[in-house]
């Protein structure tokens, strides 16, 4: 079944990797993640580029806190409950496994698709 306006995007992290490739938004808003049923136990956190990923920076609330979700295998997991809040603006994501700090090394290597639908405003 084909769902209007909602998109997968993969954030690939390689095998002995803690931070996927690129993915590009754009002018689309994540609103979801559906997690690997082989994911090995960590948070994601984010590394986001306003310009197109020449400059990556960490993801952080406006109090200072870095953006952190709670995921686990084979979940689907809505990262805030307003999410085209925090996601306005921001142009490519890279996932990490773990935190900026404690970064938590794939194994395997995971797949994680952003879901991601078109901003109504």
Known sequence: MF???ITLNP???AAGA??????????LTLVGISM???WQTAALTFQVSPDGGTTWQELYDGAGN???VQAAAGQFVI???DPSYLWRGINMVQVRS???GSP???TAGATINLVTRSEML
């Open 104 to 106: 938590v090394t794939q």
């Open 66 to 68: 870095e953006i952190t």
């Open 36 to 38: 690997p049923a082989t």
């Open 3 to 5: 769902q209007v306006g």
């Open 18 to 27: 803690s931070l996927s490739g690129p993915c590009a938004l754009g002018a």
């Open 98 to 100: 773990g935190t900026a």
């Open 11 to 13: 954030a690939v992290i």
């Open 79 to 81: 990262p805030l409950a």
